[in-house]
């Protein structure tokens, strides 16, 4: 694999091993890789792999780090910036002080590489290298966790008359509760481009809440919308038989991403890495109806997980798979397929922090793995 010059003559220095071990304190770790160590010289200069490496995964204010870093604040604020303009440091601002963190390497750093969908050498480059990543562990460590980081979000109008839905079950109340709102392209699908794999499904579909929308809005990465516009786009995601996926908590969330699974990171965890439960279900899952079904084969198409399949007896579902989305009521001809609610449902953590400590606490009993 082609790598740049500046990036071959930087990947030994010891300040990148240093900074991939601190990725690899976030939840989902950052297993060790030689394409990672060519990701990370290729994403941050020396200079800023010390400063990152050093970052709180929590936004700080500027004086607290120069403190902590033992350097002067202009200096200091000119390289997060630098990082944070590159996708790679958290920054906002509040009552006129800077506050900065170290975004992990997902969800954060390999997200914003790709969505502002550039089509340049180095995008390229850096679209090799997080696939070839990927299928060499960091899948599995990204699927690995007993509680997932993302969940599913069924189709709303799928839900069954009568059922009592929580509010974090309902993708409209999710957009129209969120304090900031933005659109942006699909870093998954992008990637798939830039490698030649693209499915032709849309990219501008996927959205950013809260701070992070600010922050993404501020740097380029995203573009603002109303709840209008960011409903209209979860129209286009589900006439394109995208599956809705957000944090995997009650409150406070920063994504919502509408995803296919051929490219889809974590979606490919189930159909490329055999892990079923690399993603929360919805809370609700498939009935089929085995005598209205006509055997038409269009729910098998749509299912992005394959959990619907054809067999000589008809259509066959894996009730272990399905993901309870409900993109394949929505194809079915018949009335064959509908969704109920699951016998067993466990509510997510409340916010992002309490679903951080959580993976942070299972992943120290797997010995930090």
Known sequence: ??????????????????????LDEFPLGAPPH?????????????????????????????????ARLRMK????????????DKGLVFAAVRDGVPFYSLMPLVPGIFELQFMKAETTPRAMRLARLFNTYYYAGWGQSLTRTTTPW??????????PAGVEVLPYERVSELIRTARSLAL???????????????????LDVCMVFG?????????GFAWRVDVDGAMAALDRAEEAGLVHITDNCQQRLNFLC?????????????????RPTAVASSGYIVAHDEDECTACGSCVERCHVGAIEETDDGVRVDLDRCIGCGLCNLVCPSGALTTRRRD??????????????????????RGGR
């Open 1 to 22: 694999m082609e790598v740049s010059r500046t990036t071959k003559e930087r990947v030994g220095l010891p300040v990148y091993r240093e900074l991939r071990e601190r």
């Open 34 to 66: 030689e394409s990672l160590d060519e990701i990370l010289a290729e994403l941050f200069t020396p200079e800023e792999a010390a400063v990152a490496a050093r970052l709180p995964a929590l936004p700080t204010p500027l004086p607290e780090l120069a």
């Open 73 to 84: 604040p202009e200096p200091l604020q000119a390289v997060c910036e630098g990082m944070a």
């Open 150 to 159: 993302p969940r599913v979000v069924v189709v709303e109008r799928q839900i």
């Open 184 to 202: 942006t392209n699909c870093y998954c699908r992008h990637e798939a481009n830039l490698l030649g794999e693209g499915c032709g499904a849309p």
């Open 211 to 219: 701070r992070f929308a600010d922050f993404c809005v501020e740097r």
């Open 258 to 274: 509408n995803c296919c699974g051929c490219c889809c990171g974590i979606l490919r965890g189930i159909t490329k890495l055999d």
């Open 344 to 365: 067993a449902v466990e509510p997510p953590p409340k916010t992002w922090r309490e679903l951080q400590m959580r993976m942070l606490a299972e992943k120290a009993g």
